[in-house]
């Protein structure tokens, strides 16, 4: 199996919303990412968990804020985001302390009105 | 600065014309290099790990190759449903969970 879950598939949030991005994988990796990709672009990284504690942030604005609550789960929570945050989020998680691939989840697709 | 150029940006054939795409790659010591497939509004979906110059995985009728400087994905006979984006990124430096992707190369088989 290996399955990346992640929910909503969509969201629409107005600019002063606060809500969250989920995500869940059971293939044993400790290592669990978010990306974020932008129409016709390649995913971009912004946070990295290593065995659940977060070891990159790639100068991500503090309206994102990533959450392992365990080894299985990730979460993206937002706050206060701008309709250019408007995009595809994916989470994706691999081995750790391997250079494994990386399997990603499906995406939440984003809309900031 | 770690670099992954693909070409080309989009590719057009016919069912059954087989072709490459092309990743090229500067990287400050390989540690790995993913091909990915990716169709629109999903994630994308994994297809192969090379790590070394002159190994070559295969899928169906997806092959991938890599060289100490680039790699291809050759498609032999390919079918509409193997239109999508293909993905290139790589992994340098020991240890490090950074994956740098190329633009992609959008492929099209026309029926």
């Known amino acids: 199996d290996t399955e990346v879950t992640q929910t909503p598939k969509h969201l629409v949030m107005g600019m002063t919303n606060k809500k969250s991005l989920k995500c869940e994988q059971h293939?044993?990796?400790?290592?669990m990412y978010w990306y974020k990709q932008k129409a016709k672009k390649p995913p971009e990284l912004m946070f990295v968990y290593s065995y659940e504690k977060l070891s990159i942030n790639e100068s991500v604005p503090s309206r994102f804020s990533p959450e392992c609550p365990n080894s299985s789960l990730l979460n993206l929570h937002l706050h206060a985001l701008q309709p250019e945050d408007s995009a595809l989020y994916l989470c994706?998680?691999?081995?750790?302390?391997?250079?494994?691939?990386?399997?990603f989840g499906q995406g939440t697709r984003l809309t900031v009105v | 600065e770690d670099q992954v150029t693909q070409s080309p940006e989009a590719l057009r054939l016919q069912e059954g014309e087989s072709s490459s795409l092309n990743c090229s790659y500067t990287?400050?010591?390989?540690?790995?290099l993913f091909w990915y497939r990716q169709d629109p509004g999903k994630g994308p979906e994994f297809l192969f790990t090379l790590y070394s110059a002159g190994e070559e995985k295969e899928k169906e009728r997806l092959k991938a190759t890599l060289t100490k400087k680039e790699s291809f994905l050759h498609i032999t006979a390919p079918k509409p449903e193997d239109s999508a984006t293909y993905l290139c990124?790589?992994?340098?430096?020991?240890?490090?969970?950074?994956?740098?992707f190329g633009k992609g190369t959008k492929l099209s088989v026309i029926p």
């Open positions: 994706a998680s691999s081995q750790a302390g391997k250079n494994t691939e990386a399997f």
């Open positions: 990124a790589v992994q340098a430096r020991a240890g490090s969970y950074q994956l740098t």
């Open positions: 990287v400050s010591g390989l540690r790995g």
């Open positions: 293939m044993g990796h400790r290592a």
